[in-house]
C-alpha cells in the first residue's frame, strides 16, 4: 500500500494537449487518415470544426480551482485558427510547449520508420516553436510529439534547434509508439543517448516519459484514453506507483471533457470519443483532488533542466 506521506518529497507535472478532433490521426495527418493533412481538411471541410475553444475554458477554470499551474502542449497552427485561445491559457500562467505544427504522425504507428526526413522535421517543429513563442511572449522549451510516437533521432534533432525536453515516451506492456525497446527506461525522468531513447545519454535534452502502474504487466497510465476508457483508480494507482519511484507526469485533452458531439467521420477509430464529458471531468477532479497535498509543477521548473 502506498502512503501519501511517502511521496511528499516528489512531485509531478499536469499537462494538458492542446488540440482539436480533426487532429487526431484517424481524421488527419496520419498513414490511414480520411485526410492527409490538416491543410487539406480546412480545404475541403465546410462545417463547424471548433470544439476546442469551449472545454479549454473549462480546464482553464478547473485549474484555477485546484490552483495548479500546468503545461499545456499546444498544436501550433491553433494560433491561427482560434484567435485568442492561446493567450487565454498564457494569460492564466500556464507554461507553453509545443506539440507540433499540425499534430502530424513523423513516425509510422505500425513500422515506426520515419515518414519525414531529419531536415523537414527541424524545419516544420522550429516554425511550430517560432509561431507559439511569437504569441506566448516567452521562450519554448518543451516538446511532446503528436500522438505520442517518437524517434530517438526526433529528439536529437529537438536539441539542436533548442528545446531542453521532450515528454513523450510512454513504457508499457500494450503497445509501443517508438523506435525503441524501452529496455532501461521507467517513469522518471532521464537523459537519454543521442539517436535513440534508452537512458545513458549526456546532453542538454530530458527525456519526461509517462506514467505505469507495475503489477504483472506495465500498464499505461497518465491519463488520456486510458482514462477515458479504464476509470481514475487505475490512472490514480499508476500516478502514485510512479511517484513513488521519483517525478511523472499526467495529462489530457479538453476535447475528454467536452459535452459536444463531435463530426462522425475518421478511420479505424469509430469508438474514440465514446467515452468523454462529464464522466471524464469527474475522474480528472478525483484525481487532482487524491493528489492534491503532492507539489506540481510545471515541467520547464522541473530542477534537471
Same mark, same amino acid.
Given at each position: *500500500? ?5 511521496? *511528499? ?31 487539406? !481538411? ?30 499545456? !502542449? ?12 492561446? #493567450? ?6 500556464? #507554461? /507553453? ?28 517543429? @522550429? ?5 507559439? #513563442? ?14 505520442? /510516437?517518437?524517434?530517438?533521432? *526526433?529528439?536529437?534533432? @529537438? ?48 527525456? !519526461? ?46 476535447? $475528454? ?35 492534491? $497535498? ?12
Amino acid at each position: *500500500m502506498i502512503v501519501l506521506e511517502d511521496l *511528499m518529497n516528489n512531485s509531478f507535472s499536469i499537462t494538458v494537449d492542446l488540440e482539436d478532433w480533426y487532429h487526431i490521426p484517424s481524421v488527419c495527418g496520419s498513414p490511414f487518415a480520411v485526410y492527409r493533412s490538416v491543410d487539406e !481538411f480546412f480545404e475541403k471541410w465546410d462545417d463547424k470544426y471548433d470544439f476546442l475553444t469551449e472545454p479549454t475554458k473549462k480546464v482553464l477554470d478547473l485549474l484555477d480551482e485546484f490552483k495548479v499551474t500546468a503545461t499545456f !502542449f499546444a498544436v501550433a497552427d491553433i494560433v491561427e485558427n482560434y484567435p485568442g485561445l492561446i #493567450e487565454s491559457v498564457v494569460e492564466r500562467g500556464h #507554461e /507553453l510547449a509545443c506539440h507540433g505544427l499540425h499534430h502530424t504522425c513523423k513516425i509510422d504507428p505500425e513500422t515506426k520508420k520515419q515518414l519525414i526526413s531529419n531536415e523537414e522535421f527541424e524545419q516544420r517543429t @522550429l516554425l511550430a516553436k517560432r509561431i507559439l #513563442e511569437k504569441v506566448g511572449g516567452d521562450k519554448i522549451v518543451g516538446y511532446r510529439a503528436p500522438n505520442s /510516437l517518437v524517434g530517438g533521432w *526526433m529528439l536529437d534533432s @529537438l536539441e539542436r534547434i533548442g528545446f531542453k525536453y521532450d515528454s513523450s515516451v510512454s513504457v508499457n506492456s500494450l503497445y509501443n509508439k517508438t523506435d525503441s525497446s524501452l529496455s532501461t527506461v521507467s517513469s522518471t525522468p532521464y537523459f537519454p543517448i543521442e539517436n535513440g531513447l534508452e537512458v545513458g545519454g549526456n546532453r542538454n535534452l530530458v527525456e !519526461f516519459p509517462w506514467a505505469y502502474y507495475h503489477n504483472l504487466l506495465k500498464i499505461p497510465a497518465s491519463g488520456g484514453p486510458i482514462l477515458r476508457f479504464f476509470g481514475a483508480p487505475l490512472v490514480l494507482n499508476g500516478l502514485l506507483q510512479s511517484l513513488r519511484r521519483g517525478h511523472t507526469v499526467f495529462y489530457f485533452h479538453p476535447l $475528454d471533457i467536452s459535452c459536444a458531439k463531435f463530426p462522425s467521420i475518421g478511420n479505424n477509430r469509430p469508438f474514440y470519443w465514446s467515452l468523454k464529458g462529464k464522466l471524464v471531468e469527474q475522474r480528472i477532479r478525483y484525481i487532482l483532488k487524491k493528489l492534491e $497535498d503532492i507539489d506540481k509543477i510545471c515541467l520547464r521548473d522541473y530542477q534537471g533542466l
